[in-house]
């Protein structure tokens, strides 16, 4: 297995559609020609079923899982392996042992990315990761009111802390264009998202507009990268997409030059 570079899409709170955002990414990166992975981390609340539609996993011969394969991309979620109806009652070393396993337990193959769907906060899930795998960087999801920025600003402060670089802030729900006269509201406030990854000092990857295409793919395991690929928000997580490419080719770039100084001084001192 080579997985080349990981991306965690994370939020400080539930309800901003960091699934929405992590699947159409995914997506689109794999559009662009890369060789990507969806892993849905969020145990208690699995998204990418419903994302991506329902599968079957099967086993490969060495009684690992094999992804689902949809639309281009490799995909896994503890949702495609317990039935819906069947709460999750772990506590959070189990949690993070779920989620070790979905890794390790997966035949993934070489992949280019593989995009993490965190589930909402800063808990036992998301500092696993962060110490068991080489993260290429996070991807914060947040909506353009006060409530949901203070989350995410939670959220940066918690990559820091475990040294994971936070590659970019993407605004959902950001405006809504009416169908009937063209006119833009700004439902949730303006450039909230913007502001805030300048007080973060983080780059701005993009605003993802609200679209009834959005929710009703999402509901029907089409994401509107597929079903409306001629869209806004198609259009606006393409870019997005390319924007985080070219963040993660700095990101690796730096991590190669931080692993050959580390090696340097270990070879002085011996």
């Given amino acids: 297995m080579g997985l080349n570079r990981i991306i965690l899409v994370a939020s400080g709170k539930g309800g901003v559609g960091k ?33 991506l539609g329902d599968a079957e996993v099967q086993t490969s011969g060495e009684d690992k899982l094999l992804p689902v394969e949809k639309y281009g991309i490799k995909a896994m979620s503890m949702g495609y392996l317990v039935d819906s109806g069947q709460a999750m009652i772990w506590r959070g070393p189990m949690l993070a042992n779920a989620v070790t396993q979905l890794i390790d337990q997966v035949e993934w193959g070489d992949l280019d990315y593989l995009v993490f769907d965190l589930p909402p906060g800063t808990g036992d899930i998301q500092l696993t990761l962060a110490q068991k795998l080489k993260v290429t960087g996070a991807v914060l999801v947040t909506t353009p009111q006060t409530v949901a920025l203070a989350d995410v600003m939670r959220a940066k402060a918690m990559f820091d802390k475990v040294r994971v670089q936070t590659l970019g802030l993407v605004e959902n729900m950001s405006y809504f264009i009416c169908p009937s006269c063209s006119d833009r509201h700004e439902i949730f406030s303006h450039g909230g998202g913007e502001r805030a990854a300048e ?15 959005v929710r009703t793919g999402g509901d029907k395991g089409e994401p509107v990268l597929i079903g409306a690929p001629q869209s806004a928000s198609a259009e606006a997580f393409t870019a997005i997409a390319n924007a985080l490419h070219e963040r993660a080719d700095v990101a690796c770039a730096k991590m190669e030059k931080e692993e050959r100084q580390r090696n340097s001084l270990r070879i002085i001192n011996h």
């Avoid at 699934?19 to 981390?41: E, I, P």
């Avoid at 007080?199 to 295409?213: K, N, Q, S, Y």
């Fill in 199 to 213: 007080d973060l000092g983080v780059p701005f990857l993009g605003r993802v507009p609200i679209e009834t295409a």
């Fill in 19 to 51: 699934s929405t955002v992590a699947t159409n990414v995914a997506l689109a990166l794999a559009k662009s020609g890369h060789k990507t992975g969806l892993l849905d981390a969020d145990v208690y609340g699995p998204s990418i079923p419903t994302m």
